[in-house]
């Protein structure tokens, strides 16, 4: 029904948003007053309004979208990541994930014509998770909340499916 290639990274993404839900929430839960909360709690508010939405498609796509044994052990694993250590985290994953918006694009080519508007959101979600990075790494954590706030307004009532 869906090529293999689709599968494979859609299945990995789906994989990725879990693991980074994960982390995410287990950071933000220890900086509480901390600046840096705004991108670390920014992002695991992010991660949790794509939950419904990758569930959606998974379902639609008869994938699974639930956390594997090893994406939960990651996940916890990072979200335990010191205080001290946050920035060389965010710095080590910067280039990373910037390359992994290639991959997602290049998923998005390889989805089913009636998912667009899904496929569009899914690696818009990861250009927001990019300007975050970059206004983390600048250290303009001020300007983080509003540029998410933005991204969850186009989102909220867009039918991503149809």
Known sequence: MYSIEFREGFDYELQNRQFALI???GVARRLHGD????FWGGYSELERFNVPRYE???Q???MNAKPTGWTKTRG???GATP???LRPLLKFAYPKTVKYLEDLRRVHGRGPKDGKAFLDYMVDQEVIQIE???LALSGRFSDITPKLEEFF???ENKELFS
């Open 23 to 25: 982390s995410m929430s």
């Open 35 to 38: 600046p840096q909360l705004s």
């Open 56 to 58: 959606q498609a998974a």
């Open 60 to 62: 639609r796509w008869g």
């Open 76 to 78: 916890t694993l990072i």
């Open 83 to 85: 205080k001290f250590m």
């Open 132 to 134: 975050m990075m970059q």
């Open 153 to 155: 307004r186009k989102y």
